[in-house]
């Protein structure tokens, strides 16, 4: 699986986003529409800053969808228990063998969280193509090598164009580098490794 962990807030949010945008052919949709409503697809920047702000606490949660490496995405309807959640019955989720997984933290308590990029191997999605062949359909169907070289873009810009530094392994873009230069702390995912 490829999967680059970094540290974005605010304007790096939008410079990332821009290139997904302009650079490649994704399309951007939410990882799970909000309780009782259809996936929102945002087809720009400040769609995405809107509803980002909008969702004031947790992970931001986004999944990009190029159509030049597979056609085979599934919108899938959750079924919801509307004891649990305050009355509603349904939500929607994208699913798809290649799709690429990018989510934003945010900055709780003085503590930057980190933002995340990642996607299926080929290898990882062959261990489940029998799991899960008749939801998502045959691994077959998606141009791997395109695939690769869209999330090598789209990793190579957060690593070397956006980034200022880096702690440990984790790319630090500008503005969450600001902010740690002022006190704000990196979250890491381990409470032992946090600066």
Not at 38 to 57: Q, W
Not at 166 to 178: M, Q, Y
Request: charged share 30%.
């Amino acid at each position: 699986m490829a999967s680059l962990d970094f540290y974005a807030i605010e304007q790096d949010i939008s410079d990332v986003l821009e290139f997904v945008l302009t650079e490649t052919d994704c399309k951007i949709f939410e990882s799970y529409s909000e309780y009782d409503k259809e996936l929102r697809e945002f087809k720009s920047i400040s769609e995405v800053i809107g509803a980002y702000d909008s969702k004031s606490v947790g992970t931001f949660l986004l999944d990009l969808w190029s159509p030049s490496v597979s056609s085979k995405v599934v919108i899938k309807k959750i079924v919801l228990d509307p004891r649990k959640c305050n009355g509603a019955t349904h939500r929607f989720t994208i699913e798809g063998w290649g799709l690429m997984q990018l989510y934003f933290g945010r900055i709780q308590n003085d503590e930057i969280e980190h933002s995340h990029y990642g996607h299926n191997s080929e290898k990882r999605a062959r261990n489940w193509e029998s799991t899960y062949l008749d939801e998502l359909g045959s691994v077959n169907d998606w141009n791997w090598e395109l695939l690769k070289k869209i999330s090598g873009k789209i990793q190579y810009h957060i690593r070397k164009r956006l980034a200022v530094s880096k702690v440990s392994s984790r790319p630090i873009l500008k503005t969450a580098f600001e902010k740690h230069s002022k006190g704000c702390r990196f979250k890491y995912f381990s409470f032992d490794d946090e600066l």
